[in-house]
């Protein structure tokens, strides 16, 4: 059977790339076994404000519970309540190697230079932590973490070989549509919570009337027609792609670029509408309760699998 988990960082605040990129795939799948969490160590690889990294990574929580993270079904925690991440993290950096890691296109994208943290370089291994804690068959993501579950599964299979059967080997599995939405100001750059400017990122919080003044100053591509070409028309695509994932409906025609963008504001305010209520609606201390719980039932497996490493690499099972 399957195992799914997800994670997500609260650098800055979600957006429609986690939304249709990962959260509502898992969403989708709680039927199986399913781990959600808050990635607030992963959020520590860069130049952070503590208040703000605590208030993110509440309404990151808050965002995953109204938007049907169901926490009767499915563990939800902050990454940090639970020690083993940390723990697994170094093992597994004995088992990486330098030159793997180093050439990781994130750290890389992101100008990982003499004055970064050593984190940053590192981040790779600590997402493998997360994945293989959980005997994890199956990662939901967007297109730019696969390079990322690609070396959890390299490190799983390493470990299995060297020193006998220790972790689950995962995938990465993408939506169908829109698995890298596209900045709507710079449709060549994904859609990031960090992205340079707000105007091109939809966040899940925005109010309806921002979502809509932000689709319609999207920027579009030369012409007029309304055609899916993610070469020559980025802009046009990728509105079409989100039209798509938002309404589940086969793409239709459009007369004009006017229209297009007004039925993609329709369908993405349809779509975090309700999410919106329900956040709104939340109390901040069942959120707490809902993650403390969380971390404890994520702790029995997680402390499981890294007493089975370190029985494996020659450590003492038990502590
Ligand atoms: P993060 O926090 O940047 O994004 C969370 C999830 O949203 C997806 N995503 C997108 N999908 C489509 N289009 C986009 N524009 C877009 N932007 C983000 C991401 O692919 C991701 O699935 N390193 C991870 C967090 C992480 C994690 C893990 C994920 C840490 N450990 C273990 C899965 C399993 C990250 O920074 O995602």
Redesign the pocket.
Known sequence: SKRR?????PTGRL?L??Y???VRPTVAGQDEPTVAFI?DL?ALTVHHDPAELRERSAEAAGLLLAAGIDPARTILYRQSDLPAHAELHYLLECVAGYGEVHRMIQFKEKGGGSGSRLSLLTYPVL?AA??LLHDITE???????RQ?VELTRDLAIRCNERYGPVFTVPEAVHPAV?????DLATPTA????TSASAAGVLFLLDPPDVLRRKIMRAVTDGGTEVVHDPEGKPGVSNLLDILEACTGEPRRDFRNYGELKAAVADAVIATLEPVQRRYHELDPHDVEDVLRDGAERAGERADATVLRLRAALGLTAGR
């Not at 994904?190 to 919570?193: D, R, S, V």
Request: hydrophobic share 40%; no cysteine; charged share 20%.
């Open positions: 988990i997800s994670g997500f960082k957006q790339g986690n249709v990129g990962a990635a992963h997402m997360d994945i990662v939901p993501v967007g297109r730019d973490q990322h829109a698995a890298r939405v596209a994904k859609m990031g919570k």
